[in-house]
């Protein structure tokens, strides 16, 4: 059975940083990239970033270009979105995914259950 | 940027009556779009992809169509575990874009 699990969430102060994690399970995890998504309180979804298996080339939101860095260690079989310089707008859920087959851009398959990220002072 | 309308923002239908969801892209997408449902406080799930193929373990009542700019998910009778928002999504470009949501309720 394929599991997503996110961790790494709370509350931080504008300007601050935060590092989420998600641990997959179930299935072969260097085989698919791996996306986040987010959605603030009461919204829709946005796409935020993702990462491929096959040479770890990296994609981005404008809204969270040089502000977030995703990344993942297929030995551990986790995936992670360090975010720096947050803002209140950053506020929001963030889902951890898998993309749904090998060609990019891509739709995602499975879901975490998502981790609550707090922007405020 | 790929800017995905969906139309209705609320659609209200009783169990039982059929359901046709819309999303409009602000440019040509070819087929590559994806419908997904989302219940409170749940995850998103995939229920259609490259416009009309379902999703593994997805309902028959579950039906998607279009391509280029216009696209419909089809509820053909309603079922009440069915009440929930629906998102499109489109990867034909980057960046990843999704549509802004139809809230389907119970009426």
């Known amino acids: 059975e394929v599991q997503l699990l996110e961790s790494g969430g709370g509350l931080v102060q504008p300007g601050g940083s935060l590092r989420l994690s998600c641990a997959a399970s179930?299935?072969?995890?260097?085989?698919?990239?791996m996306s986040w998504v987010r959605q603030a309180p009461g919204k829709g979804l946005e796409w935020v970033s993702v990462t491929r298996n096959s040479d770890i080339s990296t994609y981005y939101a404008d809204s969270v270009k040089d502000r977030f860095t995703i990344s993942r260690d297929n030995s551990k079989n986790t995936l992670y979105l360090e975010m720096s310089s947050l803002r209140a707008e950053d506020t929001a859920v963030y889902y951890c995914?898998?993309?749904?087959?090998?060609?990019?851009?891509?739709?995602?398959?499975?879901w975490g259950q998502g981790t609550l990220v707090t922007v405020s002072s | 940027e790929i800017v995905l309308t969906q139309s209705p923002a609320t659609l209200s239908l009783s169990p039982g009556e059929r359901a046709t969801l819309s999303c409009r892209a602000s440019q040509s997408v070819s087929s590559y779009l994806a419908w997904y449902q989302q219940k409170p406080g749940q995850a998103p799930r995939l229920l259609i992809y490259?416009?009309?193929n379902r999703a593994t373990g997805i309902p028959a009542r579950f039906g998607g169509s279009g391509s280029g700019t216009d696209f419909t998910l089809t509820i053909s009778s309603l079922e009440p575990e069915d009440f929930a928002i629906y998102y499109c999504q489109q990867r034909s470009y980057w960046p990843i874009t999704f549509g802004q949501g139809t809230r389907l309720e119970i009426k």
């Open positions: 179930g299935f072969t995890f260097d085989s698919y990239a």
């Open positions: 995914a898998r993309a749904f087959r090998s060609s990019s851009p891509y739709y995602f398959d499975y």
């Open positions: 490259d416009a009309s």
